[in-house]
C-alpha cells in the first residue's frame, strides 16, 4: 500500500512540532513544506535531518522521495 500525503503528513507531525505543515504528491514522490520552531538556527542540512529523525524507517520503507522546504516561523511568515 503507498502511503498518501496525509499519512506522510501525520508521520511528519507526530514526530516534529510544527507550527505549518503541508504535503503533497502521489504515493512515492512527496513535496513538503515544514515550519517548525526546531530549525532555528539549524543549517539546512540539519532540519532535513529532523524530518528523517521524524519520519524514520518510513524513509526507507514507504516514501521513496521527499522533497522539502523547511522554514522557521518567522522564515515562512517573510517569504509567505
Known amino acids: 500500500m503507498l502511503?498518501?500525503?496525509e499519512l506522510v503528513r501525520q508521520y511528519i507531525?507526530?514526530?516534529?512540532?510544527?507550527?505549518h505543515l503541508e504535503v503533497e504528491g502521489d504515493g512515492q514522490?512527496?513535496?513538503?513544506?515544514?515550519v517548525s520552531d526546531a530549525f532555528t538556527g539549524k543549517r539546512l542540512i540539519q532540519r532535513?535531518?529532523?524530518v528523517y529523525a521524524a519520519l524514520g524507517?518510513?524513509?526507507r520503507e514507504e516514501?521513496?522521495?521527499?522533497?522539502?522546504?523547511t522554514?522557521?516561523?518567522?522564515?515562512?511568515?517573510?517569504?509567505?
Not at 507531525?13 to 507550527?19: D, K, P, S
Not at 514522490?29 to 515544514?34: D, G, L, P, T
Not at 516514501?63 to 522546504?69: E, F, N, P, R
Open 63 to 69: 516514501v521513496h522521495a521527499l522533497s522539502m522546504k
Open 48 to 50: 532535513h535531518q529532523l
Open 29 to 34: 514522490h512527496f513535496n513538503a513544506v515544514i
Open 57 to 59: 524507517d518510513r524513509m
Open 71 to 80: 522554514l522557521t516561523p518567522e522564515e515562512f511568515a517573510r517569504n509567505g
Open 3 to 5: 502511503p498518501t500525503p
Open 13 to 19: 507531525a507526530a514526530g516534529l512540532a510544527c507550527t
